[in-house]
């Protein structure tokens, strides 16, 4: 059973341009998390989605952040317009469908940020 | 808001000394978790406790949740090379949002061999 999936693993991008991250989940999980990681920091809770809803954004910044979970394909994070304040870790977690609120989250190996 | 705060923010200790790191949030928990980052590495879970005064142990670990459910500690005995790590708390607030985990900035510890 692969575990949470997470691409590209390493991304650069130059200030002014979209980076996209791709996060699949655990076969089986229909609940998808977002989180942001600078250096030496926790993890800073962006947006939870389920299959083609956003259940929950109140973490990720009202501009140029977006983020999707379709019905088929992988959910995305969506970065316009990147700064260099953007460059960070950013992980996806993946959980079951039952019992949201005592789940363990299975993280993915994350997507590292860089903004030139 | 909810803010969970961890001490010590790193903890550097030879090979087989104990380690103990703590886990205080601003507000009551329904469950805390915990969770390790090796370096360069993700986060992966290690254990959950719901219940008031809980007390689990895995091998040399041992977790524990505060009988107001507000704070947390994992301790490691006889520490090893392969502890080397930062390791998270997350808690779910009692009565909010009983999804959203909040994290402490975690303690890294490093190991002596």
């Known amino acids: 059973n692969a575990g949470v999936m997470q691409n590209p693993r390493h991304l650069v991008r130059r200030r002014g341009q979209e980076a996209r991250l791709r996060c699949s989940p655990m076969k089986g999980h229909s609940h998808v998390y977002w989180y942001r990681q600078l250096p030496e920091e926790g993890l800073k809770f962006m947006v939870y989605?389920?299959?083609?809803?956003?259940?929950?954004e109140s973490g990720m910044p009202k501009e140029r952040f977006s983020a999707e979970f379709p019905k088929e394909g992988p959910s995305i994070l969506r970065i316009q317009q990147v700064v260099r304040g953007d460059s960070a870790a950013y992980f996806c977690?993946?959980?079951?469908?039952?019992?949201?609120?005592?789940?363990?989250?299975?993280f993915g190996p994350g997507t590292r940020l860089t903004v030139l | 808001g909810q803010q969970v705060m961890q001490i010590p923010q790193y903890q550097h200790v030879q090979e087989g000394e104990d380690f103990t790191t703590y886990c205080n949030s601003s507000?009551?928990?329904?469950?805390i978790q915990w969770y390790k980052q090796r370096p360069g590495g993700h986060p992966v879970f290690l254990i959950q406790l719901v219940k008031s005064g809980e007390v689990k142990k895995q091998k040399r670990l041992t977790f524990q949740f505060g009988e107001a459910k507000k704070n947390s500690s994992l301790h490691i005995t006889a520490t090893q090379t392969t502890d080397v790590g930062t390791y998270f708390c997350?808690?779910?607030?009692?009565?909010?949002?009983?999804?959203?985990?909040?994290f402490g900035k975690g303690t890294l510890l490093t190991v002596n061999p």
């Open positions: 989605l389920q299959k083609e809803n956003i259940i929950d």
């Open positions: 997350a808690g779910r607030e009692s009565g909010g949002s009983n999804y959203k985990l909040t």
């Open positions: 507000t009551t928990l329904s469950n």
């Open positions: 977690a993946s959980s079951p469908p039952s019992g949201a609120a005592y789940n363990e989250q299975f």
